[in-house]
């Protein structure tokens, strides 16, 4: 399966309104659209891409191109909210790529200018300083107290354990496959089979850096579908495995049935902040993204409590420039809004600086995954949209499909450009 092959669901010509309400078109509002029409022409004056507005207006330097099929439904939705009209625009159906441009290779120029570190903005300062405009905070129904964590986790890892297992590797690992030398090839080489092998060899590099052996005592706090934790109990250690999503918490304790280590692991739907008892390690993998900022500092100190003397943490984290997130920490973004409520990714430096001030542990960088997840991404996207048929199946319309190809493209091309990475970082106490 080619990076070029086609999403099954391509437009979406029916009004998507009523099932979902947040893409119904905004008002039209003549100031906002010449804003937006501005600033179109703006970020397109050196992008290496092509953005045709209709059949008169094209704007860029040529390369990977869009086309807007309803180019004032596309300004309004831009001049309306500056942080997911965009991505919006996208779910409506107003544009797409050209025929033959893969998305994220279309996403790619506009991450690129925000990993550049002479730029790292889409627009000139001058009409940076409007973009409070349009720009939204974020809701105050997304806190990550105990109830609101545990509503913000379902609405997406709850969705459906069938679409995850669609797309998903048979491990059911969702964080960055190691690929090693490979996560530098061609991303139109990245095969589905050789996913599972990478997401074996990142769970192992994880429990190595950790120093799991037959004994240990090991907590897995955000444990997904329980692969890390199957997969240290295969190594003769006693796990206990957290999460807060219900659904995603009984597919586990199965899996871990299956694989004949249900009396080594133990499944709870417990808060990280309710957790009691000392382990030699502590593993939590990708899950400080939806921690929220405000609870940072709670989440290490659990950390530290939980560990015994001598033990060892292993965090592995989706992080962004240190600049970038304290310039949008406060915005409410498109992945906020439609994959990851009450999230934010943080950076490598304000994880040094929490772990300083709040607690005993120093964290330490053991490796480096950005290029890998890119790819993790790529093989991803390309197995939704062969599997989208059997996912429609299930109840999930084009909209979603829409929202999903987005959201892994949209990723991808932040992986891609350095504007995200991934890091596996190693705790310990100072």
Not at 84 to 109: H, I, K, N, Q, R
Not at 189 to 218: H, M, N, P, W
Not at 293 to 310: D, N, Q
């Amino acid at each position: 399966m080619t990076d070029l092959m086609p999403p099954v669901h391509r437009r979406v010509h029916q009004p998507v309104a009523e099932t979902w309400p947040t893409l119904a078109r905004p008002r039209s509002n003549p100031v906002r659209r010449y804003g937006a029409a501005t600033a179109i022409k703006l970020i397109a004056k050196d992008l290496p891409a092509t953005i045709h507005l209709d059949s008169n207006r094209s704007y860029g330097l040529g390369g990977p191109a869009m086309r807007v099929h309803r180019t004032s439904a596309f300004l309004d939705r831009l001049g309306h909210d500056a942080g997911s009209g965009f991505g919006e625009a996208y779910l409506a159906g107003d544009w797409d790529p050209e025929p033959g441009t893969d998305l994220a290779d279309l996403l790619v120029p506009f991450a690129e200018r925000f990993s550049n570190e002479e730029t790292r903005h889409l627009l000139p300062k001058w009409a940076q300083s409007l973009r409070w405009l349009v720009t939204r905070s974020q809701p105050g129904d997304q806190e990550n107290d105990r109830a609101g964590a545990r509503e913000n986790i379902s609405r997406h890892y709850d969705l459906s354990n069938a679409m995850f297992a669609e797309f998903l590797d048979p491990t059911l690992t969702y964080s960055a496959a190691y690929f090693g030398d490979a996560a530098h090839s061609d991303l139109a080489t990245a095969s589905y089979d050789e996913l599972t092998d990478a997401q074996l060899r990142k769970l192992d590099s994880i429990l190595d850096a950790a120093g799991i052996v037959s004994g240990s005592r090991v907590l897995d706090i955000g444990c997904g579908w329980a692969s890390l934790a199957i997969r240290a109990a295969q190594r003769g250690a006693w796990v206990t495995a957290i999460t807060i999503a219900s659904q995603q918490a009984l597919l586990a304790q199965r899996r871990i049935a299956d694989a004949g280590v249900g009396d080594r692991v133990q499944v709870a739907l417990r808060d990280y902040r309710d957790q009691i008892g000392e382990f030699d390690a502590v593993l939590s993998v990708e899950m400080i993204e939806a921690v929220g900022e405000k609870y940072w500092p709670v989440y290490f100190e659990a950390i530290e409590r939980r560990l015994a003397p001598g033990g060892v943490a292993v965090v592995q984290a989706i992080v962004m420039p240190h600049e970038r997130m304290l310039a949008t920490r406060n915005t409410f973004t498109w992945v906020q809004k439609y994959i990851f409520p009450g999230g934010l990714i943080p950076s490598i430096k304000v994880i040094e600086d929490v772990t300083a001030q709040h607690t005993g542990l120093r964290a330490d960088v053991v490796r480096h995954l950005g290029a890998d997840y890119a790819r993790t991404l790529r093989v991803w996207r390309n197995r939704f949209v062969e599997r989208w048929p059997a996912i429609s199946a299930l109840g999930f319309d084009d909209t979603f499909g829409r929202m999903w190809e987005f959201y892994l493209a949209y990723s991808e091309a932040g992986f891609r450009t350095g504007y995200l990475d991934d890091v596996q970082l190693r705790l310990t106490r100072r």
